[in-house]
Nanobody
């Protein structure tokens, strides 16, 4: 079994910062691409940032230069440093990962989400 668990969400004022974490656990052989997505009330889930196993990154235009995605392959953990947060970025943030399990099955996994609220 594989689990993705996000943490680090919360309430922050506009202009503030938060750091999200996503820890993968279970019968994992390797993890390929990982990513952060978010879904605001009444809107579709959207890509925030993705990172390959080798560390190549891709960001949504709206978060470039403010957000930084990173990962620690030894810990099967991914991070999202979010700076200069805006009220419109209030959403549930989800972790996603492309995981190969120890017996070779490869699947796409999602975490349960962590709420980020940007408000004064």
């Amino acid at each position: 079994q594989v689990q993705l668990v996000e943490s680090g969400g919360g309430l922050v004022q506009p202009g503030g910062s938060l750091r999200l974490s996503c820890a993968a656990s279970g019968t994992i052989f390797t993890i390929y691409d990982m990513g952060w997505y978010r879904q605001a009330p009444g809107k579709q889930r959207e890509l925030v940032a993705r990172i390959t196993k080798s560390g190549s990154t891709h960001y949504a235009d709206s978060v470039k230069c403010r957000f930084t995605i990173s990962r620690d392959n030894a810990k099967n953990t991914m991070y999202l440093q979010m700076n200069s947060l805006k009220a419109e970025e209030t959403a549930v943030y989800y972790c996603n990962a492309d995981i190969v399990r120890t017996y070779g099955v490869r699947n796409d996994y999602w975490g349960q989400g962590t709420q980020v609220t940007v408000s004064s």
